[in-house]
């Protein structure tokens, strides 16, 4: 019944009516402003950084493989003692020499000692019990000496590597092989240097001082039954859901369950920590859901507010527009059409704004974030969203609006 | 005989204001054939405005009926009366009800603006109707003024160009020179007879006689009802200013 006409000449007014009161518009469109361009921003940091970790994981992690000790869920804990479910060094060489599908395996195990150089002693330093094959399974290099040999960890030499920033904070030479540490009482030959990662976004970023000895030699640091666990990395990408099962076949035999006992240990692939990842980055997309609900929310009741404001001002207007054949449906139209451009337009700043923001922190070196940016479909939400507010808040100023009698309306003041 | 244009039967109004009853109107009874020019008298307060409002479909009668053109209007709702209003009637106003945001043409415009069954088309065709409706009141060169950028009675003109923009049957005014100077106020009036003299049916409220006298017809309200309803040259008060001025035949 009304013409196309009507629609593009209500949203014409309505920018028209916008940009008369430039100032009002602005602040009234605050809120959502605010709320669209915050969720823009986070939802851009957000992409950026999921992009940038999933990216990580396929090109370092779509292979490797974690054994962790797991406790049967709803099982009794007297049931399973910890001796009974800790993984133990033997487990891992039985990994190693019957699983076919692995190209590697290393049991790793952390602990904290004092680590003493000829210039200097530190306390508190990470040292790491590991096998030769932590290199590929970390995708850590020796940038001077020599990683590890089989004879180094079958023979319990005291031999260690160190990551560069050990040798900073230790004040060692900077090709530091052929040095001695004293690490937790003992003495230790440095036989390589390993790169340190501050870029990788693996879960685990180096950014202290490390020492790596032979695994062997880190029951001599621990307690009876330490806590370790095993990564393994497959001959391939496509192999590791093979080496997964074969693990875990391995292991059960080993521990000698029957078929119908629950795993007391857990083979954890790349798959489920992105899964893991995923979960948390959409909950975090969730909370920002929340904070633009309620900026939405406070943004739809200063648009109601401004509306009303609107309504009654204009009421006069109004009448006059009813006198000469202003359905009441063509009123609440116009006043709806207003609240959903005003908001479209606070939406559009919004958005603009946290592209902007989007742009300026993916810029931020180091942190992670070049791949931000805002995805179409956080826009599209963005605006759908700003027009919902449009039209729930605007609602209730336009049907007053369209309620007016015209011979009252007429005789506002 | 030809349907009268306007035929109202028995209509009252009554307005309730807290606990007060007022009876507006009480059961008027007015027929207008096509093509006359009335004028509409009475004291204030008498129900000249209530009576004007419900025969421009702006308000509902309490009780009667409404025949405008043949058709009954009075029970329509809201969004009938407003398409009645649009297409069957022009109204012009004591305060002349400009939008001062838009052009003497886009107030020409406005009632066009809610024609119905209109496509893109319409948009040129709009223009045009606004722009000889402006041309018909003398205004041509003021279209792009804003209202208060005009004056008095160039704003009334532009008032009754966009009542008349629709090709109304009924153009309808409510003391239209109550707000304007003698020497305006006679130029408008010549506009409503030169409107009158094309065809147009008008019904006009007044209170002067010098007005009046530019109709044909004079009713006279009293506490809402039809005092007398008689030729203008005949009403006891309005009569000479006719004979003086020698018009309305
Ligand atoms: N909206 C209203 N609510 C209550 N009473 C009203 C309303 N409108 C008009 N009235 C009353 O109805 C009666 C007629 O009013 P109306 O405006 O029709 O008079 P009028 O003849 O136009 O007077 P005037 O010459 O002063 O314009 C008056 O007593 C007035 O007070
Ligand atoms: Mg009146």
């Not at chain 1, 399974?137 to 089989?150: A, D, K, L, M």
């Not at chain 2, 027929?31 to 006359?36: D, K, L, M, W």
């Not at chain 2, 297409?87 to 004591?94: L, N, P, R, S």
């Amino acid at each position: 019944m009304l013409n196309p006409l009507f629609y593009y000449e209500s949203v014409v007014l309505a920018l028209r009516q916008i940009w008369a009161n430039k100032m009002r518009s602005i602040l009234t469109a605050l809120g959502i402003i605010v709320g669209v361009a915050s969720t823009t921003a986070v939802i851009a940091a957000l992409t950026g950084l999921k992009t940038k970790v999933l990216s990580e994981f396929e090109t370092f992690g779509a292979a490797r493989l974690y054994v962790l000790p797991s406790r049967p869920e709803g099982m009794p804990r007297n049931l399973f003692p910890w001796e009974k479910i800790r993984l133990k060094a033997t487990e891992a060489i039985a990994l190693k020499e019957q699983c076919t599908a692995l190209k590697g395996i290393t049991p790793i195990s952390e602990t904290s000692l004092s680590v003493q150089s000829e210039a200097e002693t530190l306390e508190g330093v990470s040292v790491t019990g590991i096998w030769p094959a932590w290199h590929a399974t970390e995708n850590r290099q020796v940038i001077h000496g020599r990683p590890f040999s089989q004879q180094d960890i079958d023979n319990a030499r005291q031999v260690c590597m160190v990551n560069d920033l050990a040798v900073r904070d230790l004040q060692l030479p900077l090709e530091p092989i052929g040095e001695h540490l004293i690490i937790g009482g003992r003495r230790f030959l440095i036989v390589g240097v390993v790169e340190t990662i501050t870029e990788r976004m693996t879960g685990f970023n180096t950014i202290s001082a490390e020492v790596f000895i032979p695994f062997s030699l880190m029951e001599k640091f621990q307690d009876r039954d330490f806590f370790m666990r095993f990564v393994a990395i497959a001959n391939s990408p496509a192999e590791a859901d093979e080496a997964r099962s074969e693990m875990s076949r391995v292991l059960r035999k080993i521990r000698g369950l029957s078929s119908g006992d629950p795993d007391t240990f857990r083979v954890q692939a790349i798959d489920q920590f992105i899964d893991q990842f995923k979960s948390v980055a959409s909950g975090i997309t969730a909370v920002a859901g929340g904070i633009v609900g309620i900026s939405l929310l406070v943004g739809g009741i200063g648009i109601m507010n401004i509306m009303l404001v609107s309504v009654s001002e204009r009421t006069r207007e109004i009448g006059l527009r009813k006198a000469v054949g202003a359905t009441p449906t063509a009123i609440l139209l116009q006043f709806l059409l207003e609240a959903v451009t005003l908001c479209l337009a606070g939406g559009l700043v919004g958005v603009l704004i946290g592209q902007a923001f989007a742009i300026g922190v993916s810029h931020i070196p180091g942190a992670n974030l070049d791949q931000a940016g805002v995805p179409a479909w956080a826009v599209l939400l963005a605006f759908l969203f700003s027009a919902g507010v449009g039209v729930v808040f605007g609602m209730f100023p336009a049907i007053k609006a369209s309620r007016l009698d015209p011979i009252e309306a007429l005789r506002h003041e | 005989m030809v349907e009268p244009i306007i035929q109202i039967r028995g209509v009252t109004k009554i307005y309730h204001v807290g606990v007060e009853v007022i009876n507006a109107l009480r059961g008027v009874e007015l027929t207008v054939p096509e093509g006359e020019m009335v004028a509409i008298m009475g004291a204030s307060g008498s129900g000249k405005s209530t009576l004007m409002n419900t025969l421009g479909c702006l308000d509902r009668p309490t009780a009667g009926t409404y025949h405008l053109g043949g058709r009954e209007v009075s029970n329509l709702d809201a969004a009938a009366l407003a398409q009645v209003r649009n297409e069957e009637i022009g109204f012009v106003f004591q305060s002349f009800e400009l939008l001062a945001r838009l052009t003497a043409l886009q107030n020409v415009e406005l009632p066009l603006l809610y024609s119905r069954g209109k496509s893109w088309g319409w948009a040129r065709e709009r223009r045009r109707m606004a722009e000889e409706a402006l041309d018909r009141v003398g205004l041509s060169d003021r279209m792009d003024h804003r209202p208060n950028q005009l004056s008095g009675g160039q704003k009334q003109r532009v008032a009754i160009a966009r009542a008349i923009v629709t090709n109304p049957r009924i153009l309808m005014a409510d003391e239209p020179t109550g707000n304007l100077d003698s020497v305006t106020t006679e130029e408008i009036l010549s506009l409503f007879s030169k409107i009158h003299t094309a065809g147009q049916t008008v019904l006009m409220v007044t209170h002067e006689n010098e007005v009046a006298a530019h109709c044909q017809r004079v009713v006279r309200l009293r506490d809402g009802l039809v005092l007398s309803d008689t030729p203008s040259s005949e009403d006891p008060t309005v009569g000479p200013f006719v004979r003086a001025h020698g018009r309305a035949a």
